[in-house]
T-cell receptor, first 116, second 113 residues
Framework: AQKVTQTQTSISVMEKTTVTMDCVYE???????LFWYKQTASGEIVFLIR??????ENATVGHYSLNFQKPKSSIGLIITATQIEDSAVYFC?????????????FGDGTVLTVKP | AQTIHQWPVAEIKAVGSPLSLGCTIK??????LYWYWQATGGTLQQLFY??????VESVVQLNLSASRPKDDQFILSTEKLLLSHSGFYLC????????????FGHGTKLSVL
């Protein structure tokens, strides 16, 4: 069974600094996909970035990047030059397999507070 | 452009009463559809998913049921609400494929009293 664990309940950083959020996962599949989503105070959930298990290169989108350490089953999210509006809850998620499966498992989330 | 609409935005219901939440996706044919539940301050718990009309898979049993009567519609319901059903319900869609991202609706806040 797949499992996603985010050990950091909350993080507080100063604006314009870099923050890393941790996520470890468990899976029996050799092929899987890892995602990060952001939930704002209004409840809106938006997709941020994705890592495919077969890719060695870390994904990067804007000021979001990933630290994919496959031997450690770890997929950290790095946000550089943080802004006040980055304050939100960040969820790591995983889906197994390369077929059209519907199960997507989320971690418990990390609350990020960016202070001016 | 694809749009996802969830209804209602919020509900206050009595224990034991029925519930029906809906979700409609426009602008995309044959999407995968999902229902998630989130307790206040909690994680996103997947309840159901559907990859085609009339076919719904249950992930977690919470005395809820789901149906997909049309390609673009996903319904979550129960005949008798429990206090534990309170929370935030989110509908989402994705293209077919394990690597596809989810697009979430704005959610329904349910309070069961």
């Amino acid at each position: 069974a797949q499992k996603v664990t985010q050990t950091q309940t909350s993080i507080s950083v100063m604006e314009k600094t870099t923050v890393t959020m941790d996520c470890v996962y468990e899976t029996q599949d050799s092929s899987y996909f890892l995602f990060w989503y952001k939930q704002t105070a209004s409840g809106e959930i938006v997709f941020l970035i994705r890592q495919d298990s077969y890719k060695k290169e870390n994904a990067t989108v804007g000021h979001y990047s990933l630290n994919f350490q496959k031997p450690k089953s770890s997929i950290g999210l790095i946000i550089t030059a943080t802004q006040i509006e980055d304050s939100a809850v960040y969820f790591c998620a995983m889906r197994e397999g390369n077929t059209n499966t519907g199960k997507l498992t989320f971690g418990d989330g990390t609350v990020l507070t960016v202070k001016p | 452009a694809q749009t996802i609409h969830q209804w209602p935005v919020a509900e206050i219901k009595a224990v034991g009463s029925p519930l029906s939440l809906g979700c409609t996706i426009k602008g995309k044919s044959s999407p995968n559809l999902y229902w998630y539940w989130q307790a206040t301050g909690g994680t996103l718990q997947q309840l159901f998913y559907s990859i085609t009309v009339g076919q719904v898979e249950s992930v977690v049993q919470l005395n809820l049921s789901a149906s997909r009567p049309k390609d673009d519609q996903f319904i979550l319901s129960t005949e008798k609400l429990l206090l534990s059903h309170s929370g935030f319900y989110l509908c989402a869609w994705s293209l077919q494929g394990a690597g596809e991202r989810l697009f979430f609706g704005h959610g329904t806040k349910l309070s069961v009293l």
